[in-house]
């Protein structure tokens, strides 16, 4: 039993984190967002009301938690003050409970046109980003060219790095005729953004480290997937951060025995978003249904999912890449209707059987799946909270994952609400 948590996604992204961190929250006091930016997309439903949060930490809707933003993720500030704008009408004082690192790199307008421009000129190569800039941010952090919100307490200084900024990318967006805001309108910008952002800012390391000082729980929330990592994900049709646990600590300020259990979110079956290989993909009626029963429309984008089933070799790696302690399985009962299912438990690649996924997306692409075959429970699962009321065959199903994927099942999502879950072991001490 653990005082800090990692929650972090096994797969493609979507697997449900934003509610699972959202329950967890119940015991956290403090919960941390390490990497990605506003093209994460965490739901949260709560009776009838629906909350899809991009940037702000899934615990704001708690009354007791403070949230905070690390220095490893991207920020809009359009996208934040949208969110916070949002909140602030359903009556959660955001700004109250609500925290930014200084060292957080700011998404311009200029890395929304660049972000745009490259995937028109990929064509048919193209990475199917969210075209919000996310990816030319964290090229020019990489770069050491970025501003980041520390800059904005020094505005002239902050024109003059913009000056620079923008005249190493003016040209690549001329050679693509993409438009983008003026120079002197993204410095007008930049003082609005400095009055409501400045006072948000905060010591996050300091605030990590004084919290469990004082035995308070942290809980670290994850965006996108282990699958999606820029470099152990389906490179290169990945995002452009790191999505695994060892990212919570460099893109929070804190040591890794500052983790002291990582909860992985996988779904009972598989979906992905956008362009990539995806070896367990249906095109078939099983696939139709679950696309339909699961509601598989990107929670950023509104782009449809593709789905597929259970790929059991890659959530192994994922599992055994994040150090998990224990697994939830999300939307077991988006399966309840299927008289049979299928997992994959290999690969064949050139003829020869593999039950590790390759690296890239190139050889990923010529992998086909090897199934094994269990019967459909084809009973009510959905609002089910006691293990022992699953129908049995069901778990057989997820005593199967567990051995696949050598990590026990501690958690099960039964629906979307807060309250839907089966809790086989609670992370939280």
Request: proline share 5%; net charge negative; glycine share 10%.
């Amino acid at each position: 039993m653990a005082k800090s948590v990692l929650v972090l996604g096994l797969q493609w992204g979507d697997e449900g984190k934003g509610k699972l961190v959202d329950l967890l929250t119940e015991q956290a006091e403090l919960v941390v967002r390490f990497q990605g930016g506003h093209n994460a997309g965490h739901t949260l439903i709560i009776g009838d009301e629906k909350t899809v949060l991009h940037l702000v930490p899934s615990g704001i809707l708690r009354d007791k938690v403070h949230c905070v933003i690390g220095n490893g993720v991207v920020v809009s500030p359009e996208a934040l003050f949208e969110e916070m704008e949002m909140l602030t009408k359903r009556g959660v004082p955001v700004e109250e409970r609500l925290s930014i690192s200084g060292a957080c790199p700011l998404i311009l307008p200029l890395h929304i046109a660049l972000d745009q421009a490259r995937e028109i000129a990929a064509g048919k190569d193209a990475i199917g980003t969210t075209g919000r800039g996310i990816g030319p941010a964290y090229q020019d952090k990489v770069a050491r060219r970025a501003l980041r919100i520390q800059d904005l307490f020094d505005l002239e200084r902050f024109d003059e790095k913009l000056d620079s900024l923008y005249a190493h990318h003016s040209s690549n967006l001329e050679r693509h005729s993409v438009e983008t805001t003026s120079l002197d309108a993204m410095k007008e910008m930049a003082r609005e953004y400095a009055k409501r952002l400045l006072p948000l800012v905060g010591d996050v390391p300091g605030m990590i480290d004084s919290y469990r000082k004082q035995g308070k729980r942290v809980l670290f929330e994850g965006a996108q997937g282990t699958l999606l990592d820029v470099d152990h994900g389906t490179y290169p049709f990945v995002t452009s951060s790191n999505t695994v646990a060892g990212a919570a600590c460099s893109g929070s300020g804190c040591g890794p025995n500052a983790i002291e259990y990582v909860l992985g979110i996988a779904k009972a079956y598989t979906t992905r978003v956008g362009a990539g290989p995806f070896p367990t993909e249906l095109f078939d009626e099983a696939g139709k249904e679950l696309g339909e029963r699961g509601h598989e429309f990107g929670a950023t984008t509104g782009r449809q999912r593709r789905c597929g089933w259970f790929d059991a070799p890659a959530v192994k790696r994922a599992c055994i890449i994040n150090g998990v302690t224990g697994i939830c399985v999300t939307k077991l009962d988006v399966m309840d209707t299927l008289k049979t299912v299928k997992i994959c438990t290999a690969y064949k690649l050139d003829g020869v059987e593999i039950d590790v996924p390759p690296l890239g997306a190139d050889a990923l692409a010529k992998c086909e799946p090897v199934y094994e075959e269990m019967p459909g429970w084809q009973a009510q699962t959905e609002g089910v909270t006691d293990y022992a009321k699953l129908p049995t065959v069901a778990v057989a199903y997820l005593e199967r994952l567990e051995e696949l994927v050598g990590v026990p099942v501690h958690m099960v999502s039964t629906g979307p609400e807060r309250n839907q879950n089966v809790i086989v072991e609670l992370p939280f001490a």
